[in-house]
């Protein structure tokens, strides 16, 4: 049975905790926007305006299309996603020069992205990726602005955290996540895999505004071939009000309850071993 994450658990009442060593590999920080009449040739220009000494690489991406909650009245957790009238927009990613830091940028849609790298980038912390993505989201509103296109209207703001976690070839899903039991059939057949999905619906005003997704599940890495177990933290849903300040409220509310449901969902020894603080 899912639990709400009501009013009276909101980012006021939750302890923040911090580790030496988290096992987090990548963060990004989103929002789907209803789409704006830019081209390419204007996330260009775009780039070169604000974001060039920063971030001086620029790459082409295949468009995305974030998926959209169900928060209707007596709404499931299930997902869908919104077609638009116009047609695909490229998708390009302004990176940095150790390829840690990204922004990606379409008509419809701009994220910030720190993700782990080969030199070994420590993760920013969420206050630092808030900053930069604040202020990646307000030059994109000035740029339109510019133009003559209004406003941003957000459709669907999201946080989402990464995390790969080293494992043995004898290590059980029970290690990692308090929520998980041991079984064996008849004591003799243990499970090959495990895997776990988790939805909380996040209740604020009264209303349903958006949930909690959690996702285990056991994976290859790619760069040693090693097993880990690959656990998502996802807070997707509907900013309010629906501007910039909107936003950010959504995703500070989200890095809460995101970071909480860490720490309450991961053992104790987990804790040790990543040097809860």
Do not use: C
């Not at 638009?84 to 998708?91: D, E, K, L, Q, V």
């Not at 895997?195 to 959690?214: F, M, N, Q, S, T």
């Not at 071939?225 to 959504?250: H, Q």
């Amino acid at each position: 049975m899912a639990h709400a994450v009501r009013d009276h658990d909101a980012p006021e009442s939750l302890v923040r905790r911090d580790f030496a060593s988290p096992p987090v590999t990548e963060v990004v920080l989103s929002v789907a926007l209803q789409p704006l009449a830019l081209g390419v040739t204007d996330l260009v220009d775009l780039w070169r305006r604000y974001f060039q000494k920063t971030f001086p690489s620029v790459e082409e991406q295949p468009p995305f299309t974030m998926p959209i909650e169900a928060l209707g009245i007596g709404a499931r957790a299930g997902l869908s996603f919104e077609l638009s009238a116009m047609p695909p927009s490229p998708r390009l990613w302004f990176l940095d020069s150790d390829k840690a830091h990204l922004i990606q940028l379409q008509r419809d849609f701009i994220a910030f992205n720190w993700r782990r790298v080969d030199n070994g980038t420590d993760y920013p912390r969420y206050s630092r990726m808030r900053e930069a993505f604040s202020n990646a989201i307000r030059r994109l509103e000035s740029y339109a602005s510019d133009l003559g296109l209004g406003s941003l209207t957000p459709t669907q703001a999201e946080i989402s955290y990464f995390n790969h976690i080293e494992v043995d070839a004898n290590s059980r899903l029970s290690s990692i996540l308090k929520v998980v039991r041991d079984t064996t059939i008849s004591d003799k057949l243990l499970p090959e895999a495990e895997r776990l999905l988790l939805d909380y619906p996040i209740i604020r005003d009264g209303a349903l505004r958006g949930r909690l997704h959690v996702a285990s599940e056991p994976v290859i890495r790619r760069s040693d071939m090693s097993p880990i177990v690959s656990l998502t933290i996802t807070v997707r849903g509907l900013p309010y009000p629906a501007n910039i300040d909107g936003i950010l409220a959504f995703l500070d509310d989200g890095s809460d309850i995101a970071v909480q449901a860490f720490v309450d969902l991961t053992t104790e020894d987990m804790h040790r071993k990543w040097g809860m603080e």
